[in-house]
């Protein structure tokens, strides 16, 4: 069955502007996790939906948000751009998001540059 | 390729070798872990998992052995070869949490 896709892949913004980035899940996988990573901090956790609700969010400031439609798609978007805001997005689905339900699913991410 | 981190603790061995990656996590309330494969312009993927009820799991060429006392993990890799390049994560996911943590990663170099 086709993976979890992300679009775009690259993108090139510049400081104050926004972003909105789509996570499209495996096909029955009803939960949606994004994580940013950048070379200095890791995989960062951004927050997770199930069911079109956001369970649970990382500390990150309020310019970053997302959302969960019916089908389990889920968008995040960035407003206000900052250098700082460069890294790879990535998206990664489960059956349900919990430790009952086994690994998480990776997409190829998002490359996000601020310039 | 994309460069996944540039600033990683770095294993090289030689092909052939055995490889041992450790990880500390952080939450005593993780109950499933699980270690994640990153290669260059891929997201990460699965290579292992274990409960906290376990303290060992073995896969194919790969271990990992839980120490939930000093909350440390650790992946072994028998015979590595350079196909096992790539930068390793330990993962940790609470139940109920809805949220898995990664720790910073390990970049494993292979030489042939």
């Known amino acids: 069955k086709a993976g979890v896709t992300q679009t775009p892949r690259y993108l090139i913004k510049t400081r104050g502007q926004q972003v909105t980035l789509s996570c499209s899940p495996i096909?029955?996988?009803?939960?949606v996790s994004w994580y940013q990573q950048t070379p200095g901090q890791g995989l960062q956790f951004l927050f997770e939906?199930?069911?079109?609700?956001?369970?649970n969010k990382g500390n990150f400031p309020g310019r970053f948000s997302g959302r969960q439609f019916s089908n389990s798609r889920s968008e995040m978007n960035v407003s206000t751009l900052e250098l700082g805001d460069s890294a790879l997005y990535l998206c990664a689905s489960s059956l349900t998001g919990t430790a009952d339900t086994g690994e998480l699913f990776f997409g190829e991410g998002s490359r996000l540059t601020v310039l | 390729g994309e460069s996944v981190g540039l600033h990683l603790p770095t294993l090289s061995v030689q092909e052939g070798d055995n490889s041992i990656i450790n990880c500390a996590y952080s939450?005593?309330?993780?109950?499933?872990f699980i270690w994640y494969k990153q290669e260059s312009g891929k997201g990460p993927q699965f290579i292992i998992d274990?409960?906290?009820?376990?303290d060992k799991r073995q896969g194919q060429r790969v271990t990992v052995l839980l120490n939930k006392t000093v909350k440390h993990l650790s992946l072994q890799i028998a015979a590595t070869q350079p196909g096992d390049s790539a930068v390793y994560f330990c993962?940790?996911?609470?139940?109920?949490?809805?949220?898995?943590?990664f720790g910073a990663g390990t970049r494993l170099f292979v030489k042939a």
């Open positions: 939906y199930f069911s079109e609700t956001q369970r």
């Open positions: 274990i409960r906290s009820n376990m």
């Open positions: 939450n005593s309330a993780s109950d499933y």
């Open positions: 993962a940790e996911t609470d139940t109920g949490g809805f949220k898995t943590i």
């Open positions: 096909s029955g996988h009803r939960s």
